[in-house]
């Protein structure tokens, strides 16, 4: 059986393809680079961590958008007839006042592994945008159509346009197709398929929170009209006929099912096997209860699938409720190299799992100049929206251990290094050396961002010698405390213990879509040059625990 969720951690948004033997799913990165993970397997089971399609972080630039902008919901497709693959992105600039100011993009490539093409600008008039590559050769553009007039249904309708490949714009104004397939409310998600006769539409519905689904529709043209699949959702959380209409809220925390391990199911693609087997991605989230705060954010699940007689796809048991098993797809096992947790940093090219805010880790992340280390040069203050340097793992699971070996000879207040638990610029904990004043030598200590309050724990402070020490983060369920060591065999706690469930998407002010990452940090506030050098980095979860 397939255990989900297959990606755990920060994974929402999921998008599927297959090109020949090979699948992929690409996901939302929001203001991470490198941008939309792709994942890859060749059986349904086993995926790989496989490449990223956004890595330029100039022609991309994510720099002071606040947490849970940038990047949306990809859609990844290959059209078989041109050998491409496709991209559809959305960049999201603002969301002040619910006006959802949005740029969607398009790419292409040849090579899943990239080089892309330049960005091909849309429209703006909306989300969660995808393609669809018609028989007659034509494309499609469909989209969540945002609302912001009073007296109308919110988020809004989904809507299409055509594109034109030959003029690298779209042909007129998207006009507005299908308002849902249930009463759940705040429809989004949209993906456009082709079977037979039928164009289908697959959407989510009920919100990107407890209410959350995937439904479908279809029709004979394009343009529609759409009809309802009778058993919509066909995948979800919670089952059973809502109204939500009137609600534009997307969390809906009164539709947490406790009968239900993964929660906010939905948000969903599917594709069919060399088999003629069917499996639909969609994301999913394993909250803390009973806060119901979801610390490793929104991450992907995937369902077997089945056609029906009469052309609608239900999933393999009858039911519509997304299981944490799933039955494994006939195609031939394939297994994967798995990501090491201990990283030595003696590769001269950086791990594809690290991440950073807002820019490539390449650009302040060095593994040359002094071999067998991570050399990190400091920048602004983990609090700003611009430049900062963090380099990140995505935690995932509620039982993981971090620990590194930092040699780091701060000389000034300002530069600080270490490790930390990072949600976004305004909910983190930091445990760093820095130069204290005050004791006039180098010391440890704690900061907390607790929704943007910062706290500096004084009492957590302990003097230390220049010389390599051992910083170490425990999460342990509910509970998360550092620690630290000269020798790496034993190890001092420092601090008391934090609550792990308030670096979630739902106790967060100023983000709500992400999920935590744990990573290593250096700051230098007075000439970003400062750094500090990481001997490994070693990462040990148990994802399903």
């Known amino acids: 059986m397939i255990r989900n969720p297959i990606f755990p951690g920060f994974n929402p948004d999921p998008c599927i393809c297959r090109k020949g033997e090979d699948y992929y799913v690409a996901v939302s990165s929001f203001e991470w680079f490198p941008g939309i993970p792709v994942y890859h397997s060749k059986d349904m089971k086993n995926w790989e961590l496989y490449t990223h399609v956004l890595t330029d972080d100039v022609q991309v630039d994510l720099k002071k958008l606040p947490s849970a902008k940038g990047v949306w919901a990809p859609s990844l497709t290959y059209s078989e007839k041109e050998d491409l693959f496709y991209v559809v992105y959305g960049a999201m600039n603002s969301m002040n006042a619910r006006y959802f100011d949005i740029d969607n993009y398009l790419i292409t490539a040849r090579d899943i592994q990239g080089p892309w093409s330049e960005p091909v600008y849309l429209h703006s008039s ?89 439904t479908m529709g279809r029709a004979k043209n394009v343009w529609g009209p759409y009809e309802g699949d009778p058993m919509n959702p066909i995948v979800t959380s919670v089952p059973g006929d809502f109204y939500e209409r009137h609600d534009p809220d997307h969390l809906k925390p009164k539709y947490f099912n406790p009968e239900s391990v993964l929660q906010k199911s939905g948000h969903g693609s599917y594709v069919e096997t060399s088999l003629g087997e069917v499996y639909l991605v969609h994301l999913c989230a394993r909250p803390f209860v009973p806060e119901l705060r979801c610390t490793l954010g929104r991450e992907t699940a995937i369902q077997k699938m089945n056609w029906t007689d009469d052309g609608w796809l239900r999933m393999e048991d009858g039911t519509n409720l997304a299981k944490e098993y799933v039955p494994e797809s006939q195609l031939t096992e394939h297994p994967v190299m798995e990501i090491p947790g201990y990283d030595d940093f003696d590769s001269p090219e950086l791990g594809i799992q690290y991440y950073a805010p807002r820019m490539m880790p390449q650009s302040f992340t060095d593994l040359k100049t002094r071999p067998g280390h991570a050399r990190i040069r400091g920048q602004e203050s983990r609090t700003s929206l611009n430049r900062v340097s963090i380099l990140a793992r995505k935690l995932t699971s509620f039982y993981a251990t971090v620990t590194t070996k930092m040699e780091f000879l701060p000389e000034v207040p300002q530069h600080s290094a270490g490790v930390i638990l990072y949600y976004d610029n305004m909910n983190y904990i930091n445990l760093r050396k820095y130069s204290s004043e005050t004791l006039g030598q180098s010391a440890l200590s704690i900061i907390h961002l607790d929704n943007g309050e ?92």
């Open 454 to 545: 910062k706290t500096e724990l004084l009492s957590t402070r302990v003097p230390v010698k220049d010389v390599p020490v051992y910083l170490r983060l425990n999460i342990v369920g509910r509970e998360t405390w550092f620690e630290w060591s000269y020798d790496g065999e034993v190890f001092e706690a420092i601090g008391d213990k934090f609550d792990t469930t308030k670096f979630s998407d739902e106790y967060s002010n100023y983000g709500e879509f992400t999920g935590c990452f744990v990573g290593i940090t250096c700051a230098d506030r007075v000439k970003h040059q400062h750094y500090a050098d990481f001997d490994f980095f070693e990462y040990l979860a148990n994802d399903f625990n």
């Open 126 to 214: 909306g989300f969660d945008a995808s393609i669809l590559h018609d028989d007659d050769g034509r494309k499609w553009v469909v989209a969540l159509e945002w609302e912001t007039r009073e007296g109308y249904e919110k988020p809004g309708a989904i809507c299409l346009v055509e594109y034109s490949p030959e003029k690298r714009e779209i042909v007129g104004y998207p006009k507005r197709i299908w308002s849902g397939g249930t009463d759940r409310g705040c429809i989004e998600a949209p993906h456009l398929t082709k079977r037979g006769e039928y164009y289908y539409i697959m959407c989510a519905e009920g919100g990107t929170g407890y209410g959350h689904s995937v």
